[in-house]
């Protein structure tokens, strides 16, 4: 089975900086997930081109287009890489909006490398003050190596370099990826409303739930 | 197929010219659309239920009575009555008593709502919706169709030996239709007791529809209620129409790009693209409208939304008498092609009919101090 890898980046020049590090750790994951014997596909998501489609289904409350499928890929991946430039001392609005729409659920249990980029490293710690938090509340699991570069790390070879700890999240994140038998070794706590509709609720037990009867489904 | 309009009652700035009606000029207007709607044919007016501004959708069942003593014929229903926050009880009794006062020429579509602070302003909890609506309806069941109810559940405090006045016309309860946008245990719930199922349909994309109507079908045969394209679906639909195509995009462009539910996003063409909603001649809005049956199957009520996001009276009354226009032809149309196997929307004389006939079910209390009844003699039966 082939491991689907989604890198969402918010940059916004193009070329960013933002992609340049997407493009890095979306190479050494699949580098790192071949190593481990299985099959990768990686799927780069530019939040860019999905500003407009995220501004309308902030108001619709749906998704149309390139953002719906954007969407479907997110919901399909086994793995996640996300990069945000440092705004105001956190993730950027644009960032923040793409994971403002996912529905509850989307990312529960689901590996994910956090990174950042900024003009100075001052802002390094965004990745454990603002990035974590978040994909904490969205229950994902955050590998243990964020992926932080500022202007310097482009130029930069010594020990503690940019490409290392991109091999280091990389690895991190291939490890929890696991035997490729199945997403992971944190199964979703909640249903999707897709999920929903795959298996409905059968009546009965939704009348048993609105009395206060909280038996687990099997 | 029943055909109709819904509104939601709000009170908007009309965009044009900036002015914004009183609540007692948006009240009389809501009355004088559903007049209108009777006079040119239209099966069904239904009014929404709204506690908060801008909306004066409040109390449903006094509006549709007043309409009801002012119309002949068309079915007064609702979009929705809230099933989570409203008591059971009181649901039981207005919808029961406007029966009575409209010779049962109602029925009502049971909803959430999706006004956060609602909830708590009537002692509920929003993250108890589904189950509000669960039990609140399970319970509504029981007070139609039991003359005495001995309850007891999570939500309301208890029932002792209640009998819920008055009880429904002809023995026969208001038919329930569930509208839901995205939640499947709303279909499943329709499903279940082999209610109605309505979706909003617009400000969404087909998929949603096809995708919740779809689930309510299936479950409706799951539950031995017939076969899945004989379960009773509903869905919204929102027109702007004028003869000559382009002048309605112009006409109604202004409306769109402010309206409170969607203005400041999309234009009006992509939303077009991505919903039900049609601004054009007559002739695609007949063409669009006969479309849905493409993903939702053979349906049995199609409802418009026509009087939203600041447009005038005068508009509104001239959007009837285009839609009545092209009645003729959307009754043919939907017509076509329809198998015989599928039902139309139940309504209060098919259902006498079904259940073999009218009876008085008419509850009455005896004294027992004294042993005296106001039971009329031979009283227990009347035909239909």
Known sequence: ?218 | MQIGIFTVGDVTTDPTTGQTPSEYERIKATVAIAKKADEIGLDVFATGEHHNPPFVASNPTATLAYIGAQTENIILSTATTLITTTDPVLIAEDYAKLQHLTDGRNDLMLGRGNTGPVYPWFGKDIRQGINLAVENYALLRRLWSEDVVDWEGRFRTPLQGYTSTPRPLDGIAPFVWHGSIRSPEIAEQAAYYGDGFFHNHIFWPAAHAAQMVNLYRERFEHYGHGRADQAIVGLGGQIFMHRNSQEAVRRFRPYFDNAPVYGHGPSLEDFSEHTPLTVGSPQQVLERTLSFREYAGHYQRQLFLVDHAGLPLKTVLEQLDLLGEILPDLRKGFAEGRPAHVPDAPTHASLIAAAGGAKDVTVHAEDTMTGTTDRAPEAEEVSA
Do not use: C
């Open chain 1, 1 to 218: 089975m082939t491991t689907r890898i989604v890198v969402i980046s918010a940059g916004l020049s193009v070329p960013s900086s933002t992609r340049l590090l997407a493009d890095k750790l979306g190479d050494a994951v699949a580098g790192a997930v071949r190593a481990r014997g299985q099959e990768v596909a990686v799927e780069h998501v530019e939040l860019r081109p999905l500003a407009h489609a995220l501004a309308d289904h902030l108001l619709t409350g749906f998704p149309t287009g390139d953002l719906a499928r954007a969407i479907e890929a997110v919901r399909h991946a086994d793995g996640l890489v996300v990069v945000t430039p440092v705004f105001s001392a956190s993730y950027s609005g644009l960032f923040k909006t793409f994971f403002d729409v996912l529905e509850p659920g989307l990312l529960d249990g689901r590996p994910v490398v956090v990174a950042a980029t900024a003009g100075t490293a001052r802002h390094s710690l965004v990745l454990d003050h603002a990035l974590r938090p978040l994909f904490a509340y969205l229950r994902a699991v955050v590998v243990p190596t964020g992926v932080f570069a500022a202007s310097e790390d482009f130029g930069a070879t010594d020990d503690g370099s940019l490409d290392k700890r991109v091999e280091r999240a990389a690895g991190e994140l291939a490890a929890l990826l696991g035997d490729g038998a199945g997403p992971a070794a944190i199964a979703p706590s909640r249903r999707s409303v897709e999920d929903g509709f795959a298996a409905p609720t059968p009546f009965e037990q939704l009348l048993r739930e609105a009395s206060g009867d909280s038996v687990h489904r099997p």
